[in-house]
């Protein structure tokens, strides 16, 4: 229950003083991001962490106490009877994920052994992670999820994985909440309700091998690729747009080439606005290599190093795509489905949004599963349905836009 109130109240309130400073996000993302990634420079710079996680709240609370910033023009979707499904199923998810004991396996074997390291020894360059202590499966992971998971520990004074496990459940709730705040904008609020709720029930999202009551780091970085999907569409604040490309640098291996693609696409959109969001992604990507460098690597898997060598691999495109398609679902069935409508309906700016949001990296995925040594199809059993949930937000707003003829913000 410590951990749960903790998750519950400290990253709300971070990420309320963001919003208060660069206007309305998701409190709970923005403070989770904010957290992280002030820990990590912080780890980087030798800082104890300790002390920053204090400056942080205090500055959060000054933040909010001496700015009057109001959320005009912003239009909030009112509370109503039809918002039900949503908060019980967020409640039911969160409760799950706080009582189920952690089964996941990348939850137990990378990201919390990180998560307690960090809490026990207060560094992310100890010796835990120079393997001094004990062996460290991935090492040079990413340390977003871990450094918010250790943050709960450290605050219930208990680094059991109990204390962490709402955190992980929460991230899926909020990205709902924050497709249900953007979708009602832009769509309808019958259409929001219901999609976010649709989101909360996907065995992407929900399951616990990977999801939401795992305690792996896929969901977060769904989460993150939807608020940066968010920004492009709307165009308004480079700075926000600059923290979630550094949180997906920060939470997987993947968030890096992800965040390429964003912030190329963020040229276009934001055009000389863009080198807002370049401080915050050039500082987190500056700071991940540095740390990397005075730390051993273990049994990361290079995909990305192993793409020089698909000519020799091409061959097996064949048995990649058996493997992996059928892994789509009835999710990418409508989504083909809106894809069709939105060419019919001529579209193109939403269309054009969603398909660059997906098929860049869908397609590194496939190149990724092609060029690898390991067996195709047990690959592809265990990582497609986690791969795939990074997708689910811009899939989500692909079958919004082709369900409504009549758009606001996203067709000016």
């Given at each position: 229950?410590?951990g749960?109130?903790?998750t519950?109240?400290?990253f709300?309130?971070?990420g309320?003083?963001?919003?208060r400073?660069?206007?309305?996000?998701?409190?709970?993302?923005?403070?989770?991001?904010?957290?992280?990634l002030?820990?990590?420079?912080?780890?980087?710079?030798?800082?104890?962490?300790k002390?920053?996680?204090?400056?942080?709240?205090?500055?959060?609370?000054?933040?909010?106490?001496?700015?009057?910033?109001?959320w005009s023009?912003?239009?909030?979707?009112r509370?109503?009877?039809?918002?039900?499904?949503?908060?019980?199923?967020?409640?039911v998810?969160l409760i799950?994920?706080?009582?189920t004991?952690?089964?996941?396996?990348?939850?137990?074997?990378?990201?919390?052994?990180?998560?307690?390291a960090i809490?026990?020894?207060?560094?992310?360059?100890?010796p835990?992670?120079?393997?001094?202590?004990?062996?460290?499966?991935?090492n040079?992971?990413?340390?977003?999820?871990p450094?918010d998971a250790?943050?709960?520990?450290l605050f219930?004074?208990?680094?059991?994985?109990?204390?962490?496990?709402?955190?992980?459940a929460?991230?899926?709730?909020?990205?709902?909440?924050e497709?249900?705040r953007?979708?009602a904008?832009?769509?309808?609020?019958?259409?929001?309700v219901?999609?976010?709720?649709?989101l909360?029930?996907l065995?992407?999202?929900?399951?616990a091998s990977?999801?939401?009551r795992?305690?792996?780091?896929?969901?977060?970085?769904?989460?993150f690729?939807?608020c940066?999907f968010?920004?492009?569409i709307?165009?308004r604040?480079?700075?926000?747009?600059?923290?979630?490309l550094?949180?997906?640098?920060?939470t997987?291996?993947?968030g890096?080439?992800?965040?390429?693609?964003?912030?190329?696409?963020g040229?276009?959109?934001?055009?000389?606005r863009?080198?807002?969001?370049?401080?915050?992604?050039?500082?987190?990507?500056?700071a991940?290599?540095?740390?990397?460098?005075?730390?051993?690597?273990?049994?990361?898997?290079?995909?990305?190093?192993?793409?020089?060598?698909?000519?020799?691999?091409?061959?097996?495109?064949g048995?990649?795509?058996a493997?992996?398609?059928?892994?789509?679902?009835?999710l990418w069935?409508?989504?083909?489905?809106?894809?069709?409508?939105?060419?019919?309906?001529?579209?193109?700016?939403?269309?054009v949004?969603?398909l660059?949001a997906?098929?860049?990296?869908?397609?590194?995925?496939?190149?990724a599963?092609?060029?690898?040594?390991w067996?195709?199809?047990?690959?592809v059993?265990v990582?497609?349905?986690?791969?795939l949930?990074?997708?689910?937000?811009?899939?989500l707003f692909?079958?919004?836009?082709?369900?409504?003829?009549?758009y606001?913000e996203i067709?000016?």
């Amino acid at each position: 229950m410590t951990g749960l109130l903790i998750t519950l109240l400290w990253f709300p309130l971070l990420g309320a003083a963001f919003s208060r400073l660069a206007g309305r996000t998701s409190w709970f993302l923005a403070g989770a991001g904010v957290n992280a990634l002030a820990l990590f420079l912080a780890g980087v710079l030798h800082i104890p962490l300790k002390p920053v996680i204090a400056v942080l709240g205090l500055a959060a609370i000054a933040v909010l106490g001496t700015t009057t910033k109001s959320w005009s023009g912003a239009r909030v979707p009112r509370a109503s009877l039809s918002s039900l499904p949503l908060w019980i199923t967020a409640f039911v998810l969160l409760i799950g994920a706080v009582i189920t004991p952690l089964a996941d396996y990348d939850g137990r074997a990378f990201w919390m052994l990180k998560a307690k390291a960090i809490a026990r020894e207060q560094r992310i360059d100890g010796p835990f992670f120079q393997l001094q202590s004990t062996h460290s499966p991935r090492n040079q992971y990413p340390l977003l999820v871990p450094l918010d998971a250790a943050t709960v520990m450290l605050f219930a004074r208990d680094d059991d994985d109990r204390q962490a496990r709402a955190l992980f459940a929460m991230f899926a709730i909020a990205l709902a909440f924050e497709v249900r705040r953007r979708f009602a904008e832009w769509f309808s609020p019958s259409t929001a309700v219901w999609l976010a709720t649709l989101l909360l029930w996907l065995p992407q999202i929900e399951n616990a091998s990977g999801g939401a009551r795992s305690g792996s780091a896929d969901v977060p970085l769904a989460a993150f690729v939807g608020c940066a999907f968010f920004e492009l569409i709307e165009a308004r604040a480079p700075l926000r747009l600059g923290l979630w490309l550094a949180c997906l640098v920060l939470t997987k291996n993947e968030g890096l080439p992800f965040a390429l693609v964003f912030f190329i696409a963020g040229a276009f959109v934001f055009r000389r606005r863009i080198l807002i969001a370049a401080v915050p992604f050039a500082a987190v990507i500056a700071a991940l290599f540095t740390w990397r460098a005075r730390i051993p690597p273990t049994d990361e898997q290079d995909f990305l190093g192993q793409l020089p060598g698909l000519p020799q691999h091409i061959g097996r495109t064949g048995e990649v795509l058996a493997e992996f398609l059928p892994r789509f679902g009835f999710l990418w069935i409508a989504v083909a489905i809106a894809i069709a409508i939105l060419v019919g309906k001529r579209a193109w700016r939403p269309l054009v949004f969603g398909l660059v949001a997906i098929l860049p990296m869908l397609t590194l995925y496939t190149l990724a599963y092609v060029v690898t040594d390991w067996a195709i199809a047990e690959l592809v059993r265990v990582t497609a349905t986690r791969l795939l949930a990074h997708f689910v937000a811009p899939a989500l707003f692909l079958i919004a836009a082709a369900t409504h003829s009549r758009y606001t913000e996203i067709s000016q």
